[in-house]
């Protein structure tokens, strides 16, 4: 049975196995709106950040970091259907990514680990030019 993807433990896998959905080097995104890194503290502690968020260039392909499904879109903000994101899963796990226009990727769609399946999306569109643009997996 799938259980949620947990970004912590991504990042304790080795570098071999640790597909990285941005096709390049980790960066974390840390910017005046906030921590990126898994674990770190939002709505001042009350909650941990559950995902990673990894810096993007807008427009650049989003892979997918596992082989499965494409069981949804996502849309994080419900009043703003300009950002939006896919849930993939597995017998193993069910991703989630934000701020990625989905392309090629439809619901019910299998998709393989590195397959392209969205381009990022500006999200500093929408906060301002203070924070860096990333996708959250
Ligand atoms: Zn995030």
Redesign the pocket.
């Known amino acids: 049975m799938w259980r949620k993807f947990s970004a912590g433990e991504w990042l304790k896998l080795p570098g071999s196995k640790r597909f990285h959905p941005i096709g390049k080097q980790n960066k974390v995104r840390i910017d005046g709106y906030?921590d990126?890194r898994f674990g770190a503290s939002r709505d001042q502690g009350k909650r941990q950040?559950?995902?990673?968020?990894l810096v993007v260039t807008p427009g650049e392909s989003i892979l997918s970091p596992i082989m499965g499904k494409i069981v949804r879109y996502a849309y994080p903000y419900p009043d703003d259907p300009r950002y939006s994101g896919v849930h993939i899963q597995n017998d193993e796990y069910l991703v989630k990514m934000?701020y990625l226009s989905p392309v090629l990727a439809k619901p019910g769609q299998q998709v393989m680990q590195g397959q392209a399946i969205g381009t990022a999306q500006k999200i500093s569109t929408k906060y301002g030019s203070g924070m860096i643009d990333?996708v959250?997996f």
Do not use: L, M
């Not at 950040?49 to 968020?53: A, F, L, Q, W």
């Open positions: 906030g990126g950040h559950e995902g990673i968020d934000f990333y959250h």
